[in-house]
């Protein structure tokens, strides 16, 4: 009898069944509209694990994938070592190029902000809301990085949401980058910067580095990796750790990030009216982090004879490279023989500087 | 007269559509730059003959580096 006892489909329940099928969800839009699919894919299979009644995968000291979560997750270890992969692949010439376009990448903060007072004000706990807003930023590791260290219990449903908005960059945009901008804008070229020296490009993830660290300090682990990595890149002596921190340890690092995410997804924890709210405030955040870039691109432009087109202010969003991907697409599609995706890479960048700097402030006030 | 078309993003050459002595009109596609995983086409400023081209497929381009000439009409 103790095997009947012990088998699983007995004790399963109506949330778990629904959960399968928003793991199937994701897995099927990562195979067939390949949204995000090195994340969604092991996410999805993750769900579906973790909806298995008595597997025990999750359970606390002894769970297979209990063990990855607490020590990539709840250690903090995995979203650094993603940040040293990310680093080594910035190229930072487009920001050092024209630093002006940093403002841009820092005004699409503002929806992080705004979005946490909203979330506070429906009822959310500082925390919480510090978490839901970040979902702005759209950078995934950031996003996972800060919850863990506030909001664990939201740590799967605000992931989800970041890494979806992400998939949906190509959707979300557009529309609102042709509501705030007329077609003049949309057309104006702009001009090349200065060329970038390959000795500016080690200096600046050194200086970048001290200066960002010693102002919020929260942020180092995320900051210090992701400079490491830039300089990897830019040493061009170390092509092998290079080589290395871009592909395969950022391989390895996404299998375990990803199905740890899926697991801790589980009926209780996720169907909660709570969790609509959250993709709903995720979607505001994004939207108004957006929205101020470009408004922030277009009041600049009253200041200067040298026009920044204004979409590209959209790609303060960090969601990098695909946010700069829709700037070129729209900006194209307004004058094809406008090139913008090297000018929107500066805001784009910057964008995911900031949002760990956002992070690393939310982190040091409320922690 | 002789017109330069220059490279308008850093990338690599993921394509040359057109050939030395090749007849061309005025935005007509003359070469692919992959940037970014993403294929930028680069147009004829002027319509005429194709007389030089400098790049192939694979070479990594800088900014307002010349991709070809082209012997205007």
Redesign the interface.
């Known amino acids: 009898m103790a095997v009947f006892e012990n088998m699983g489909l007995l004790a399963l329940t109506p949330g778990m069944v629904f959960m399968w099928a928003i793991g199937l969800i994701l897995i099927y839009l990562a195979i067939t509209r390949q949204y995000e699919p090195l994340l969604l894919l092991p996410i999805g299979f993750g769900i579906m694990l973790a909806n298995l009644p008595l597997t025990y995968l999750m359970e606390p000291g002894e769970g297979l994938i209990w063990r990855f979560y607490h020590y990539g997750i709840e250690w903090e270890v995995i979203p650094p070592l993603i940040f040293l992969g990310l680093g080594a692949l910035t190229d930072f010439s487009a920001v050092l190029s024209q630093p002006r376009l940093i403002f841009l990448g820092a005004a699409a903060q503002v929806g992080v902000y705004v979005t946490f007072f909203a979330a506070y004000a429906m009822g959310f706990t500082l925390q919480e809301a510090a978490t839901i807003g970040i979902i702005g930023g759209a950078d995934g590791p950031t996003t996972i990085y800060l919850s863990a260290k506030l909001a664990p219990h939201l740590l799967g449903a605000s992931a989800v949401a970041a890494y979806s908005y992400m998939a949906m960059v190509p959707l979300i945009l557009p529309p609102i980058m042709k509501l705030l901008t007329t077609e003049a804008e949309r057309k104006i070229r702009m001009k090349k910067g200065r060329k970038v020296t390959t000795r500016e490009k080690q200096v600046f993830p050194l200086l970048a580095a001290m200066v960002i660290i010693l102002l919020v300090p929260a942020s180092a682990p995320l900051i210090a990796m992701f400079m490491l990595g830039n300089l990897f890149r830019e040493s061009k002596v170390v092509e092998r750790l290079n080589e290395a921190a871009q592909n395969a340890l950022m391989n390895i690092v996404t299998i375990f990030l990803g199905i740890s995410i899926g697991a801790s997804m589980n009926a209780e924890n996720f169907l909660r009216k709570e969790v609509i709210f959250i993709f709903f405030l995720g979607l505001f955040a994004f939207s108004v982090s957006a929205a101020s870039g470009i408004l922030l691109a277009k009041f600049m432009n009253l200041f200067t004879s040298n026009k920044i087109n204004p979409l590209v202010g959209a790609a303060g969003v960090s969601a990098v490279p695909m946010a700069a991907r829709v700037v070129q697409k729209v900006g194209a599609n307004a004058d094809k023989q406008n090139y913008l995706l090297m000018f929107a890479m500066g805001p784009n960048i910057a964008g995911v500087i900031g949002t760990v700097i956002a992070a690393g402030i939310f982190i040091s006030i409320l922690q | 007269m002789t017109t330069e078309v220059f490279v ?3 990338g690599s050459i993921w394509q040359v559509l057109v050939k030395v002595g090749d007849e061309i009109d005025e ?1 007509d596609e003359l070469v692919v730059i992959e ?4 294929e ?2 680069v ?1 004829a400023p002027c319509a005429g003959t194709v007389s030089e081209i400098r790049v192939k497929k694979g070479d990594i381009v800088e ?2 580096d010349v991709l070809m000439i082209i012997e205007e009409k």
């Not at chain 2, 940037?35 to 993403?38: D, I, Q, T, V």
């Open positions: 308008p993003l850093a935005d940037a970014l995983k993403m930028n086409p147009y900014d307002d």
